[in-house]
């Protein structure tokens, strides 16, 4: 894909897994360097991830820098400088309810989880990553507390996560799609059998522009960066929508361009064609 010059980007918004971060969950010096020149340029830089606050942390370590993020898919915006949850949207305990019903129905013996929020990305008065017996992780999650379904559902979430191994996460999403419609925004960041469903109307460009407006930004100054179902309305909205080599077929598809995969460095490649031209 013909890779074309771009006026300075306001503001650079980058998935975390996948795309900033390589295969080892690291970042490598090339695109911490690469970063660091488009924020000194005069750019600003967010944090768009699936990842609740409380995993952004070693990110900002590993960035040198706390830059603002975008958590769960949309729902959170989190300062990880002042350790404080700026916004939460949330799914009712009513909604809850209704969607482990469809999920009941529709995915037979899946497992659920919800991440709870609260004020800070490590509360210790909130017990965050929260599932029903027999939740089986898709990563490794030191962090859960296993309670009964009955409990699971009795508490506003930020997320709901509907977990069953050996499934393809684009086969449940288009089982439960049909019966969920517009009571809540479904997708995924991993085909490994795990679908996660943040409130209705909420995306990772839903939550972009809550970062950008009292900035007087508008969308189409963002430079976006993604490689998951979960990044497509960010990719699509920014003004320019960038795909990692190493992004879903969807993803790659709707791009305005392709780069490089996270193991060599495409998210850095782009920013020195921009800032260091």
């Known amino acids: 894909m013909a890779r074309p010059q771009h006026p300075i980007p306001a503001l650079i918004a980058s998935d975390v897994d996948g795309t900033l971060l ?10 911490r360097e690469a970063v660091r020149a488009a924020v000194d340029s ?13 995993w952004i942390p070693p990110v900002v370590d590993a960035l040198g820098f706390a830059p603002l993020a975008v958590c769960a898919n949309g729902a959170v915006i ?16 009513d909604n809850l309810v209704k969607l482990a019903e469809i999920v009941g129905r529709v995915i037979p013996g899946a497992g659920m ?16 990553f929260v599932s029903s017996p027999g939740y089986e992780h898709a990563w490794l999650n030191p962090d859960n507390t296993e309670v009964s379904l009955e409990d699971l559902l009795s508490q506003p979430a930020i997320k709901l996560l509907i977990r069953k191994a050996g499934a393809a996460s684009a086969d449940m999403a288009a089982h439960l ?14 085909n490994n059998g795990l679908i996660e469903v943040v409130p209705a109307g909420i995306t990772k460009a839903t939550g972009i522009e809550e970062v950008i407006a009292p900035q007087g930004i508008a969308i189409d100054q963002v430079l976006a960066f993604g490689d998951m179902p979960n990044d497509l309305p960010m990719l699509l909205s920014a003004g320019h929508g960038v795909a990692m080599g190493n992004a879903h077929p969807e993803v790659l598809a709707a791009a305005a361009e392709i780069t490089a995969p996270n193991t060599d460095d495409g998210l850095a490649r782009v920013l020195e064609r921009i800032f260091l031209r």
């Open 42 to 54: 005069g750019s600003g830089f967010v944090l768009a991830t699936g990842r609740p606050p409380r």
């Open 113 to 128: 989880a919800v991440e709870r929020i609260g004020e800070r990305a490590h509360d210790a008065a909130t017990p965050q």
């Open 78 to 93: 989190y300062d990880p400088d002042t350790d404080r949850v700026i916004s939460a949207r949330t799914l009712s305990a």
């Open 177 to 190: 799609a049909p019966h969920i419609g517009s009571a809540a925004e479904l997708t995924y960041s991993t």
């Open 22 to 31: 390589d295969d080892t969950e690291n970042i490598t010096a090339r695109t």
